[in-house]
Each structure stands twice: as structure tokens, then as C-alpha cells.
């Protein structure tokens, strides 16, 4: 479970990408106006803004991560300067080429009003937006998991922070620009802010849950006299304790922003009403009727002397 943490965010991208290839076969992503040619021509400059952008981004980041390990780091690494030049190739050929094809879309778009709905560029958009949201996700996963002492440090999470984070703000502004547009891009819209908020809220879940279990797994043992095994795995417990705490942290910073910031005034969606209802009876019914259980279980056992191996078994049992 700790090691699959880091890769929840990126489910964001599978809802994205799922919800875009759902809306190409429904026929919702098209609209009167897309023609055969122009669908092409939008698949080609996305495609390509998309690769150029990828491109410029990791080379920033490259350099950056250069730059900081040169700066901070005790030794020199053996892959910085390999690094370096692959950052300062990646930047060279990817930012001219973002900008080049970026500034032909906006060309279009101010003479054709109708392509800022286009269905291929929401799609793009909201791929950005996602991917950029899990990248800032992990890393801030990464890096209070070195702030609480649970590993060394990654200077690739701080060195992707700041770009991934101008890529994102550089979309979102440009979507709250131009809004939805159509029935397309609202479904996009709504599986990116509600997908965003549920993945938050499970990070935020497990979190706080692994907290708790090894806050009382560690009274439990003290309450049954287990002493020494407490001692023997203090470090172990620390660690989880830790490494959770880094969890509930990012995933709050992922749920609250796009929770309690960008849904807010979101009423009446269909979308956040099934948010909420996933998240009030699965999440909150079965799983809190079922830990409600097993912790009456435990205090019961506590209670009439019932001692289980780790495997389940019952060693013993009072008279």
C-alpha cells in the first residue's frame, strides 16, 4: 500500500483519457463545424504543441535539477553533465517549436471563435492540466516525505515544482478564459475537477488511516505489555507514521484546492452530486461501518484476552 501512494495521482490522467475516447465514440466531440481536414489539421498542431511542450518542460526541468545538485549537492553527481545537455537540447528544440505552433492555434482561434470549444483542444488542455497536477502531486508527496525524515531528498522533485506548476497555471488560466464551450469540454472539465477531488480525498483517507492504525497498534501494544516489540520496531513505526503523514498532506493540498477553491461554486452538476455520493456511502458508510467493526473486534479481543499471531491465528485466550 505505502509504495503505490505516489501513483495515485496519475490516475487523473487515465479518467481524462478514458473520458476523451468515450466522447470521440458517443459522437460529443465533434461539432457541426469539424470537417474531415480540419479534424487532422487539429490532431497535427495538438500533437505536435503537445510533444514540443513535454520537450521544453523536461529540459527545464533537466537543467534545473542540474543546477540545484551543482549548487547543493556535496559531490558531483557522474550524469550532471549528461544532464545538463540534455536539458539545453530538449529546451532548444521544443520551446521554439511550442512557440511556433502555438502562436498559428491562436492565430486561428482569434479569426474562428467557434475552435476555442474544439473537442481536440479541450482534450489537450485538460491531458496538460492533468498530467501537470499528478507530476506537482507526487513531487510534493516526494518532498514532504524528506521534509519528515522518511528518505533522502530528490532534487527532481523540487526541480519540477515551479515549471510543472507554470504549465498548469499557464492552462487553467487559459481554460477559465475561454470556459467549456461545449458539451464536450464541460464533461472534460468535470471529470478533471471531480477526478482531481476524489483522488485527493483518497490520499487524504489512507493518510489519516495508516496514521491512526499506527498510532493505535503502537497503544494497543503498550496496553497489552508488548513493550518490547515496541522498542524492536519504533523505527518501523515512525517511518509509517511518516510516510502516511507525507500522504495526507499532498493529497489535502490536492483536495482542497480543488475541492474547497475551484468547486465551490460549483452547484448543481450532475457530476459533483455523484461526487459526493461516492464519497459519503462507499467511502464513508461501508469502509466506516467495517473499521467500526474490526476496531469493536479489537477492543473486545483486548477485553477477553484473545491474542493472535500476525497471521490471525489465536494463541491464546483467557479462561
Known sequence: MIEILGFVP??????????????????????????????????????????????????????T????????????????????ALGIALVLVGAPLWFFHWRLINRQVRVDISERSSGIRKVYIYFVLAISVAIITSSVFG???????????????????IPILGVWGFHWRLE????????????????????????????????????????LQALYDS???NLLMIAEERSHWTTSTRHYA????????????????????DANNRFRTTY????????????????TGSLLYGVFSLILGIERADNGQVLSQAP
Open 176 to 215: 477559465s478564459i475561454e470556459g467549456t464551450g461545449s458539451e464536450a469540454g464541460e464533461a472534460l472539465h468535470n471529470v478533471y475537477l471531480y477526478g482531481a477531488s476524489a483522488f485527493g480525498l483518497i490520499l487524504v483517507s489512507i493518510g489519516l488511516g495508516g496514521m491512526l492504525h499506527t498510532l
Open 276 to 291: 459526493l455520493y461516492l464519497a459519503s456511502i462507499p467511502a464513508g458508510g461501508i469502509i466506516s461501518t467495517i473499521a
Open 246 to 265: 507525507a500522504a495526507f498532506i499532498s493529497g489535502l493540498l490536492l483536495w482542497g484546492t480543488h475541492w474547497l477553491v475551484f468547486a465551490r461554486n
Open 10 to 63: 496519475f490516475l487523473i490522467i487515465a479518467a481524462i483519457f478514458a473520458t476523451a475516447i468515450y466522447l470521440t465514440f458517443s459522437q460529443r466531440i465533434r461539432t457541426p463545424h469539424n470537417a474531415t481536414s480540419s479534424v487532422i489539421k487539429r490532431l497535427y498542431f495538438y500533437g505536435v504543441l503537445f510533444v514540443a511542450l513535454a520537450m521544453g518542460v523536461t529540459g527545464t526541468v533537466q537543467l
Open 223 to 225: 496496553v497489552t505489555g
Open 65 to 84: 535539477q542540474f543546477l540545484l545538485e551543482e549548487v547543493f549537492a556535496g559531490d558531483i553527481i557522474e550524469k550532471g553533465p549528461e544532464r545538463a
Open 143 to 161: 518532498i514532504m516525505e524528506t521534509i519528515l525524515g522518511v528518505k533522502d531528498l530528490s532534487w527532481y522533485h523540487v526541480a519540477s515544482i
